[in-house]
């Protein structure tokens, strides 16, 4: 990969946000199973036992409980009147500074309205017509120039080009991509900032608030720039601009706030993905000779993937009102974390659930979320992700694991995905 795409800020804040979610060792996915089979709605907080933080901050003070089975989770997720996500504005939020209001801590009436003007923009076929811009830079800015190195850990470039992808699709000046990457900086570490020690969290926070300041100014000033150019292109900043729902238009501030927490979660998501899919790849042969003869499966790939390993493996609520989950009362006000990663594998919905099967039949998994509050950016996430695992089976002959490397591993008791995936070439 060419010089001028490293950027050691970038790289540092990856590997310090990964470390920050990383929590203990333990086998997720066989912790998850018990608690299916014993425990499905457990009191207490699941994901601090395994010293894993989450958007709730930690002094947080409510009752907590965990929910492990798919439909319980189902039902949880697409409920959002009676499963709140506003406690995001007072944790993950804060670290966003001013009033923390970012879409995934929206609620009722507010959140209809900001996701109707948000979600035109990021329908398929919305999305489609970044297709050819998306693939071109990906295979020829990143992959195209490491085929004479003939080996390259792809995790090199797995953590740049979803950025320059958003960096693109923002509408940033192209000359300006090396400024992009100590925003995309800022971003990661805005999301490394809540901790389990509350010591840590402050500190956390200020830098975390600093950075959130820094990638705001950038945002609305090329917002600012944009409108008063006529908001004319298909640049993602002025498709918001133009956009318009119920009568009513995003001001600046509010597109230069979602844009930033684009910035901050759209491209570490997908490097995750993108590490997880490569590596279920990788390490089998025969699944990777079959894709790379028929690439209508890469579709399938990504989908059995995303369901297998979420990059995700959480996602927590706030019960609005005295309710019961599986015959568990849960106290209004209590938060209800949604173990995505036990869903997905839930033996009562997936046939052989342990097994990574691109030809089961599909299934929602909630690794993108569901109901209200799914990922708005999906379709974008997974065009990237498509474009990349082809151009590098394209690319890239005879892949396969470096066998003088060690073999990638996938961990994370949240925001899981392999730190580096050395591969050889012929």
């Known amino acids: 990969m060419a010089t001028q795409y490293r950027s050691e800020k970038l790289e540092k804040a990856f590997a310090a946000l990964s470390k920050n979610y990383r929590g203990l060792d333990v086998d997720l996915y066989a912790v998850s199973r018990e608690k299916r089979q014993t425990t499905p709605v457990m009191e207490g907080d699941f994901m601090a036992s395994l010293s894993v933080p989450t958007h709730a901050g930690q ?6 409980y965990a929910v492990f089975k798919y439909n319980d989770i189902k039902a949880v997720l697409q409920d959002a009147a009676t499963f709140t996500s506003g406690f995001i504005a007072k944790g993950l939020g804060t ?28 329908t398929p076929q919305s999305v489609n017509p970044w297709r050819v811009e998306i693939e071109r830079s990906i295979r020829e800015e990143f992959i195209a120039p490491l085929v004479p190195n003939k080996r390259a850990d792809l995790m090199d470039f797995a953590l740049y080009f979803p950025i320059r ?18 925003y995309a900086a800022m971003g990661l570490t805005i999301l490394a900032g809540p901790k389990n020690d509350p010591a840590e969290e402050e500190a956390a ?45 995003l001001d600046d501030m509010e597109i230069a706030t979602f844009v930033r927490s684009l910035v901050a979660a759209g491209g570490e998501t997908t490097t995750r993905t993108f590490s997880s899919v490569m590596t279920l790849l990788l390490q089998r042969p025969a699944l990777l000779a079959r894709v790379r003869d028929d690439r209508s499966l890469v579709s399938k790939l990504i989908d059995e993937a995303i369901r297998f390993e979420p990059t995700s493996t959480v996602k927590v609520r706030q019960a609005a009102r005295d309710v019961e989950i599986g015959g568990v009362k849960i106290p209004q006000g209590a938060l209800v974390q949604c173990v995505i990663a036990s869903a997905n594998r839930d033996e009562d919905v997936f046939e052989n659930a342990d097994e990574f099967d691109i030809d089961r039949k599909l299934k929602p ?62």
């Open 95 to 122: 670290f966003f500074g001013g009033d923390g209001l970012i879409i995934i801590a929206m609620d009722g009436d507010q959140h209809r309205k900001a996701r109707g003007l948000l979600q035109p923009v990021f």
């Open 59 to 64: 002094r947080h003070g409510h009752p907590t």
């Open 165 to 182: 992808v958003i960096y693109a699709l923002i509408g940033f000046p192209q000359e300006n991509i090396g400024d992009f990457y100590e």
């Open 205 to 249: 926070r200020q830098n975390a608030v600093s950075a959130s300041q820094g990638l705001y100014d950038a945002v609305i000033k090329l917002v600012a720039q944009r409108r008063a150019e006529g908001a004319n292109g298909d640049d993602l900043i002025s498709r918001l601009i133009r956009a318009e729902f119920e009568a009513r238009r």
């Open 365 to 426: 998994s909630f690794t993108f979320g569901y109901g209200p509050h799914m990922c708005i950016g999906q379709f974008v996430a997974k065009l990237e992700l498509s474009a990349a695992v082809n151009a590098v089976l394209d690319l890239f002959p005879n892949l396969r694991l470096d066998p003088d490397q060690p073999a990638p591993e996938i961990q994370g008791g949240q925001l899981r995905g392999a730190s580096s995936i050395p591969v050889i070439w012929d």
